[in-house]
């Protein structure tokens, strides 16, 4: 049974860095700042929530799983907020690169 969630963390964690490498790449090939900020926000966002998922069933417990879930919450809202900010400061300066 532990290879099983062996398995599962690898996969899920290995998927989770490679949306991380696909938001890196669309934040350094897309052309202006909004859709720059929607490829980081969205593959990051998901990246996050695969290596949470992943990391959960090796956490020493109940406490450190919900650390781990808390800290996902806490990106989750920070980011929404901060793209927002971002994007309306784009929009204002007339999306200047």
């Known amino acids: 049974m532990n290879s099983w969630l062996d398995l599962w963390t690898y996969a899920a964690v290995g998927t989770g860095l490679l949306f991380f490498v696909a938001g890196t790449v669309g934040l350094l090939r897309l052309p202006d700042t909004l859709t720059r900020l929607h490829a980081l926000t969205k593959a990051d966002?998901?990246?996050?929530?695969?290596?949470?998922?992943?990391?959960?069933?090796?956490?020493?417990?109940?406490?450190?799983?919900?650390?781990?879930?808390?800290?996902?919450?806490?990106?989750?809202?920070?980011?929404?907020?901060?793209?927002?900010?971002?994007?309306?400061?784009?929009?204002?300066?007339?999306?200047?690169?």
Not at 51 to 64: E, I, K
């Open 45 to 97: 966002n998901l990246g996050l929530g695969l290596v949470v998922l992943g990391l959960l069933p090796q956490a020493a417990g109940v406490l450190a799983a919900v650390k781990l879930l808390a800290v996902w919450a806490l990106v989750l809202l920070a980011s929404a907020t901060v793209s927002q900010l971002i994007g309306r400061a784009a929009r204002r300066e007339g999306e200047r690169r």
